[in-house]
């Protein structure tokens, strides 16, 4: 138990958030001082210490990153918890990266930060900066569950610790795994995916471990592994709940001693390679039904990290939306669709059960099915949560919403209704005199009106009998 009460800094240019922090901390018994720049902070570091220091990462003139930096290179046992409300896998990593003791998304739990606060005095630890890693595929999300993700690859970043990532098809296991490998020492080495359900177990062998020639017909030449493509690298494997037992005992082999043999070798080949697994089994319940080693298992599931499906993040349906919108936009060469809000809200209340690999198909689908520059809730499709219309009644508003696009797009300023009423009205007559023979009084009773409406609109329209 402390004698004194802890001391804790924060620096956040929102008066909010430090009143906020001020009224937690004080009333968990913590003494407080609040700054509303970094360099207040940077000053009064000259002339004493906390033992905490809480920092936004977003401030005018100097950002809580290169405060970090600064109390990293001056104070390197001094914690430091970053709070921001941009909560993005590039700020999480750099935050870790740069030493940070936890990284906290805005909006938090008061009592979430006072038990960190405590925590992080109680540890005291520091680290050193390093440089990003190269560009990857994006990972994108606000949601909890993914701000975890965010900070399980954050803590991974200075480690080449085997991991296990499972979740459903479709919620990106790869780019966690591609995120695991390019914020790890191993960055500028190779990254090698291999789908292991997608390869016929017999040749999966081969694919994993290399042959030598004349190992079998048709291996004219000896031909390397992927474990060899990723000496000193990554190794992702997905679907890894589908290999045979065969494979399962040679990947223990790998993964516990480092060796292994081609197929048809006698020499045995070594490699330092980390060994990230994915798949959507449950893999306990296919280790309890022996379908799945156990050992293998424990070997793999050093670190295990969750993807959440879709419909457990749906906050962040619409930041997907408009991501891979523009993505699809520029393969194929053509603006940005937007989208109607009364669409949006039907995509977001969608289960996606495809996930985000689904959400993608879509927006490629949506960029080139919608007419004109918006996305209208008649464009999405039933099996997107769309209202299923019939053929002809699909048919005809989608030509009437590509003329109207049309017309937008010519810059026309005349009134669109001016032009367009009058033709509609005219379609629907003609087609109600014709199924009439032109009989008026039956022709009025299809189209809903009075005998004397239709008179005067086949007067206003100039429409022969």
């Not at 440089?131 to 965010?150: K, N, T, W």
């Not at 495809?354 to 099996?383: F, K, M, S, Y």
């Amino acid at each position: 138990m402390q004698d004194t009460p802890l001391e804790v800094w924060v620096v956040d240019d929102d008066e909010a958030i430090r009143w906020v922090l001020e009224r937690a901390l004080k009333s968990a018994g913590m003494d407080f001082r609040g700054f509303a720049d970094a360099a207040s902070l940077r000053s009064a570091l000259d002339d004493g210490r906390p033992q905490v220091v809480i920092t936004d990462i977003r401030m005018p003139r100097e950002d809580g990153l290169s405060l970090l930096d600064h109390i990293q290179q001056a104070h390197p046992e001094l914690p430091v918890i970053v709070v921001t409300a941009h909560s993005d896998l590039d700020s999480t990593v750099a935050a870790y990266r740069g030493g940070a003791f936890e990284y906290l998304p805005k909006p938090f739990d008061i009592d979430e930060a006072v038990a960190l606060v405590q925590r992080a005095a109680r540890h005291g630890i520091g680290g050193d900066r390093s440089e990003d890693g190269p560009a990857y595929p994006r990972l994108i999300g606000h949601a909890p569950a993914m701000q975890e993700v965010f900070r399980a690859i954050g803590r991974l970043s200075n480690s080449s610790m085997t991991v296990l990532v499972t979740g459903e098809s479709g919620t990106g296991k790869e780019l966690v795994a591609r995120a695991l490998h390019e914020h790890s020492p191993r960055a500028p080495k190779p990254f090698i995916a291999l789908n292991t359900s997608a390869i016929p177990s017999e040749l999966l062998e081969s694919e994993l471990f290399g042959h030598e020639r004349g190992a079998f017909t048709g291996a004219d030449a000896a031909r390397p592994g992927r474990f060899e493509q990723a000496d000193g690298g990554t190794l992702f494997l997905d679907e890894i709940g589908d290999m045979s037992p065969a494979l399962q005992s040679r990947l223990l082999r790998v993964l516990a001693e480092g060796e292994f043999y081609r197929v048809g070798g006698q020499v045995p080949k070594r490699v330092d390679v980390r060994v990230i697994a994915a798949t959507h089994h449950d893999l306990p319940a296919r280790v309890a039904a022996e379908q799945f080693r156990e050992d293998l298992f424990h070997r793999l599931n050093v670190i295990h990290i969750e993807t959440p499906p879709l419909r457990a993040r749906r906050e962040d349906v619409s930041l997907l939306l408009d991501h891979y919108l523009e993505v699809a936009a520029a393969e194929m060469g053509v603006a940005p669709k937007r989208i109607t809000a009364e669409a949006r809200d039907l995509l977001i209340a969608f289960d996606w059960p495809g996930n985000v690999r689904q959400l993608v198909n879509a927006c490629r689908r949506l960029t080139v099915a919608a007419p004109g520059r918006q996305i209208q809730t008649g464009d999405i499709p039933a099996e997107l949560g769309g209202h299923a219309a019939e053929a002809g009644d699909m048919d005809w508003s989608r030509e009437l919403r590509r003329w109207a696009a049309a017309r937008l797009d010519a810059a026309d300023e005349s009134p669109l209704l001016d032009e367009a009423l009058p033709r509609f009205e005219r379609a629907l007559i003609e087609a109600a005199l014709e199924r009439s023979r032109g009989h008026r009084q039956q022709a009025a009773r299809l189209l809903g009106w009075g005998r004397n409406t239709l008179t005067r609109k086949i007067r206003e329209l100039g429409i022969g009998d």
